[in-house]
């Protein structure tokens, strides 16, 4: 298996202009997390998912974060508009639960994606 | 809320033992998890604890007090490649997601 798959590795966007991030799951798994990761705050959940459910979006910053996931392979971040505090490095994670809920579930995270808001 | 605490540095150097400790306040308790990253790279998983006592796998052992809301990840025969930093995580209430401490960066140097 290739593994997480997220793109762009980076970019770099102006202030104001939309962003969308993008991620495919390893195949199988049910759970899909993203986080943001700063040097300030550390690796913060965003939102994750269950089947392409949300879950919980309360880590979502603002309303300018939205999050979609229409289907088992595919899911979105996306930022409108964006803000140089924005700027981080963005991970997708997924995990397989089984059916059986459990923080034992290893979760197993792409590369991520570098983005600079200027 | 979840909450962890670790050190934001540790250095060490080759061949020796480092323990990096984890303390933790939880609604809801259902195990420690500890990641590694390496600088510019995705974190990966190391271990997991759901009961008191140690974990050992090679050279990397973890430990959990549920007593105490504390672990601790000890890395034996340190080699340079572990410089890297290293997460200690615990569930959120509902168990099916992680909340990750801020990180411990560990330098070994030669």
């Known amino acids: 298996d290739a593994g997480v798959i997220q793109s762009p590795r980076h970019e770099v966007t102006e202030m104001g202009q939309e962003v969308t991030l993008r991620c495919k799951p390893i195949s199988g798994h049910d759970y899909l997390f993203w986080y943001r990761q700063t040097m300030m705050r550390g690796l913060e959940l965003l939102i994750y998912?269950?089947?392409?459910?949300?879950?919980?979006d309360s880590g979502m910053p603002e309303d300018r974060f939205s999050a979609k996931m229409p289907n088992a392979s595919f899911s979105t971040l996306k930022i409108q508009p964006s803000e140089p505090r924005d700027s981080a490095v963005y991970f997708c994670?997924?995990?397989?639960?089984?059916?059986?809920?459990?923080?034992?579930?290893?979760?197993?995270f792409g590369p991520g994606t570098r983005l600079t808001v200027l | 809320g979840q909450s962890l605490e670790q050190p934001s540095e540790v250095t060490a150097v080759e061949g020796a033992i480092v323990q990096i400790n984890c303390t933790y306040q939880t609604s809801g308790f259902y195990g420690l998890s500890w990641y590694q990253q390496h600088d510019g790279g995705a974190p990966t998983f190391l271990s997991y604890n759901a009961l008191d006592g140690l974990e050992e796998t090679g050279r990397f052992s973890s430990f959990l007090s549920r007593s105490d809301s504390y672990g601790y990840l000890l890395l034996q025969e340190l080699q340079m490649k572990d410089s890297a930093s290293y997460f200690c995580?615990?569930?959120?209430?509902?168990?099916?997601?992680?909340?990750f401490g801020k990180g411990t960066t560990l330098s070994v140097s030669s």
């Open positions: 994670a997924s995990s397989f639960s089984g059916g059986i809920q459990s923080s034992y579930n290893e979760q197993f």
């Open positions: 998912f269950n089947n392409n459910v949300p879950i919980d």
């Open positions: 995580a615990v569930a959120n209430q509902a168990g099916t997601a992680l909340i």
